[in-house]
Structures are given as C-alpha cells and as structure tokens.
C-alpha cells in the first residue's frame, strides 16, 4: 500500500501544469461554496439579532391566553422573586419585564394607532438597549436652509446632504461613514453636526417623558420636547388618556416597529392603563441560543403559576421564521446548482487526464501491472488533489470569514439608503466557523470521488492494444 501512495503521488507532479488546473478547480469549488454560505447564515444571523435578540427576545413569559388574544386584560402579576428564579436558569442571559398595548397616538392634527412599551430603563439597557439607539443627528429641510446660508459650504457636500434628507444617525460617526464625508473638510462636518443635531435623552426611573420611534416621529412630525398625546383603553374596559413629553427619538432596526413604538417607564405605562403592578410578558434573551428549547422547557417547569406559559420566538414571529426558511431553502437551491457547474468543471479535468494518461495505462497493464491496482493508484491521486484542493480552499477562505464576522461589511451611499429604507442595518457580516465550513469541504471531496469513478472504471475495462496504439 505504501508503493501504491508513493507512486500516486509522484505521478501527480509529473504534470505540473494538469496537476495545478485541477486542484485549483477543487480550491476555488470551495473559497465560494464557503464564502458565499458564511455571507448567508450571516445575514440570517444578523437578522435574527436584529428582529428577536434587540426587542422581542428568544423568549417570552405571558399569560396562557396572550399570544391568541394579546389583550391588556391578559396580565399576570410581577414580582422580584419570579425574576429571579428565572434568571437563575443557566441559559438565562438576560430577563426582562414589559408591558405592551396599543393605544392612538396624535401631535396637532396628525394621529396614528402605536404600541406603548412600558420597560424598566435601568433592566432595558441589558435586552433592547434603546439608550444605544438614541438618534443624535437629522438632516432636515431646516437644516439645510440654514447651511444654505453659509457662503462657504461646498456644493458637493450640500448636494449629499440634500440626497439624505431626514435621515437619522445614531452618532458622529455613523453620519460622516453614510454621507461618505470622510475627506470633507473638518469644519464643514463640524456645521453639519451643528446644524442637525438632536437632543435625545433616555428615560430616568420615574420619567413621565416616553421616547418615540424614529419613522413614528418623522410621520407625527414630532420633535424632541413636543407632547404627545395617547389615548386608549386600560385595563377591564377603562378609559387611558395622557399628555407625555417626548424625551427623545430612537432608531428601531426592526420596520414594522420603527413604525409604531413607544417607550415610556414601566410605572407609568401600568399608570397609565391602571394595570396595579401587572405586567404583559417577561422578555428574556440567552447564552447559547441553541439550548432555547430547553430553557423554554425547564422554565415552564419551574413556573408555578399555570396561568403562566413560555413562548420561544419561532411561535412568537412564525412570520420571521417562514422567511429565514424560504430564503434558506433558495439559498440551498443556489449552492446546489454552483456544486453542479463545479462537478462538472472537476469531471472535465478528469476526462483530460484520462484522454492524455491513455497510452500511458495501456503500457502499464502491459508490462503486468494489475488494472485494479492501478485503478488504486488513479483514485488515490484524485484524493491527494481534492484533499490539497479543499484544504487550501478552507485556508483561503478564514481570513475572509474572520474579518467579515469582526467587521462586516458595510455599504454606504444609494445602498445603505436602500438597505435602511428596507429596515435592515446596510452591514454583511458572516457567520462564525460552523457546520457549514466542513459541509462544504465534505461535499467537494464526495463530488472529487464521484469524478474519479469514471477513470477507475476506463482503466478496469481497459483494451490494452487500443490504449498503446492511442
């Protein structure tokens, strides 16, 4: 066996040139496969930290009849004791709790149904974080009015300005990266930022402020230290009205709810529905996202109130769920069809091989060299390139994985516009090393032995005296 390994090998490097065209077929089968299902799972990733993790959390503590009818009639009493039993489950990272409900929400003579969000200011920086999201500056048809002004403000800079206008941007940076103003003068940006900036302040303990959704503000046209009115139905049928200044404005990641949300503490959104210490859910997010079946599991049964239930986020958002699914299985379809055209190209050097090892074989089997040992032989070559071609493809491709995980990707100019108009954050990160790294290389080396199959069979049916006559 040791000859046999030893003779494959040497044969590989007899022909440098088909040696390299081959292997390089397997390596760049894999740089993309790889590449390209990172970028995948990535997004999906990002899509559901965005979504779950930011806001609704993996999972929910309700009251058994909430998730069918999320009425504000179906609370369930809060105290100290239950949060801490449920954060002293293991995977519990972070629990949380809330209060939701709709209510109609008016600035002057502009109004839109909204949800309120009642939350713990101090407990929410753990889970949703909204401090974090605090939108800091705004391009405004007052903005540039004013900037217009300025005799020695370049065109190029208005003109990007004008093309972004109310946008929002959650800090400095993230302004000058998406305006792409990076070479613009230093006193330019410094008037930019003085001309757009927005006061934003978080929620104290015992605010009677709310902060309003960005996209929600901008329809109200609603301002930080205007009041916004709200009114609705409380708990059992009573009547929710109330005057609230707004504190500040954030920027939700998630469309639909940057669309409708606002904060308020949770004292005063009990308050204000007259719910008396009752709270709607108790969000929780986890360590390892991949155990939430039996945390969801084990915190149901430490529950001791059966009024009570667990729900984790695929029941919660099926919606979310359908769409990561039905944009897998079209992604799945995608690298299917890219494993066809690189088989197809890993055959193709193969039959070249064949065509040009013909006379080659024939001497062989001539001089009584058995055909099923150099049947042997072919195949283990095969192995030897689509080993060397899949490890160098996996090689090449985690540095481009790590730094895509580090530092995704990000657009900026017309795509971060289109990306932020969607509701997603313009950034492509990939997913960390997992399954899907050794899938990819176990699959190019399945197609790799696939390929080798009509080679061993050529040589086992093998017509000596045609092979040495060409």
Known sequence: MKDIVKIAWRNLWRNKRRTIITAASIFFAVFFAVVMRSFQLGTYEHMIKQSIESYA?????????YSDDPSIDNVFESSPELLNKISAVPNVKVAVPRIE????????NLSK???IAGISPAKEKFMSN???????????????????LQTSFPEDAFEKLKQNINTSFLNESNLIDNLELTEVDTAVIHLILKNSVINSAYLQPNDDGVLVSDRLSKYLKANVG????LMG????GISAAGVFPIRGIIKVPAPDLDNKLVYMTIDKAGEFLGLNGQITSIAINLKNTDEMLATEAELSNILSNKNVTVKNWETLIPVLKQQIEGDNKSGIMFLGILYVIIFFGIFGTVLMMISERKREFGVMVAICMKQSKLAAIVTIEMLFLGFMGTALGMLASVPIVLYGYYH??????????MYIDMGFDPVMPLAWFGSYFTIQGLVILFMVLLASYYPVRSILKLNVIKALHG
């Open 101 to 108: 409900s709709g209510a109609l929400a008016s600035t002057g």
């Open 408 to 417: 995704p990707f990000k657009f900026t100019g017309d795509m971060a516009r």
């Open 113 to 115: 149904g909204v949800m």
């Open 57 to 65: 959390g993996y999972l929910q503590v309700q009251q058994s009849d």
């Open 233 to 236: 139905q409380g708990y059992q």
């Open 130 to 148: 909204p401090e974090q999201k605090l939108v800091r500056y705004r391009i405004t048809s007052f903005t540039l009015q004013r900037l217009k």
């Open 226 to 229: 205007d009041s916004l009115i």
